[in-house]
Antibody, heavy 125, light 110 residues
Framework: EVQLVESGGGLIQPGGSLRLSCTTSAFPVSGDYMSWVRQAPGKGLEWVSMVYRGTTAYYADSVKGRFTASTDNSQTTIYLQMNNLRVDDTAVYYC???????????????????WGQGTLVTVSS | QSALTQPRSVSGSPGQSVTISCTGTSSATGGYNSVSWYQQHPGKAPKVIIYDVIKRPSGVPDRFSGSRSGNTASLTISGLQAEDEADYFCCSYAGMYTWVFGGGTKVTVL
């Protein structure tokens, strides 16, 4: 496990933009899959995006074309640029890691072993 | 990217066993060995308790177990304890570097 700390949430009007950040406590292995997962108030978890090796990103249909995931050059900070925000984007946004190396072996894994504490994004006029 | 289907709630008395089902398409829960389960207490981040359908991370009590039959994955909590009262979510890798979660199940310890 690694420590993940999200920041950047807040209150934003519909149509506005916000950038979330997620900082890792340890230097990430380049094969880690770093995801954003959100949870609307009182609702379930929804996978939003994954960024891989700092450059390749994938998105849920609900955010495709509006959200962009990226990392800094050191890959110790993951970003989620959210544009054209809608009321239904209101949620706690978690950063989560699917590890590449764990338990002494390295290969792609598809579960999330580390989560941040989450940052709340509220889209409202 | 259809959500996986879970019962909204299950309950049991201390010491009893409860099972939570998670049903998806053959391309999700049935097609990949990458079903995981997460426990979430109120106001807290999720925590993985089962991964790769049946594996348990170190530190997770062995009263939590996972299984799968066809397109349905299941989480069983044996010997229910008060601290097991929480929300539980299943998750499956859905291919093409995407994931899908279940709607969540609230476990109540009577």
């Amino acid at each position: 496990e690694v420590q993940l700390v999200e920041s950047g949430g807040g209150l934003i009007q519909p149509g506005g933009s916000l950038r979330l950040s997620c900082t890792t406590s340890a230097f990430p292995v380049s094969g880690d899959y770093m995801s954003w997962v959100r949870q609307a108030p009182g609702k379930g978890l929804e996978w939003v995006s994954m960024v891989y090796r700092g450059t390749t990103a994938y998105y849920a249909d609900s955010v495709k074309g509006r959200f962009t995931a990226s990392t800094d050059n050191s890959q110790t900070t993951i970003y989620l640029q959210m544009n054209n925000l809608r009321v239904d984007d209101t949620a706690v946004y978690y950063c989560a890691r699917a590890p590449y190396c764990t338990g002494g072996s390295c290969y792609s894994r598809y579960y999330f072993d580390s989560w941040g504490q989450g940052t709340l994004v509220t889209v409202s006029s | 990217q259809s959500a996986l289907t879970q019962p909204r709630s299950v309950s049991g008395s201390p010491g009893q066993s409860v099972t939570i089902s998670c049903t998806g398409t053959s391309s999700a829960t049935g097609g990949y060995n990458s079903v995981s389960w997460y426990q979430q207490h109120p106001g807290k981040a999720p925590k993985v308790i089962i991964y790769d359908v049946i594996k348990r991370p170190s530190g997770v009590p062995d009263r939590f177990s996972g299984s799968r039959s066809g397109n349905t994955a299941s989480l069983t909590i044996s010997g229910l304890q008060a601290e097991d009262e929480a929300d539980y979510f299943c998750c499956s890798y859905a291919g093409m570097y995407t994931w899908v979660f279940g709607g969540g199940t609230k476990v109540t310890v009577l």
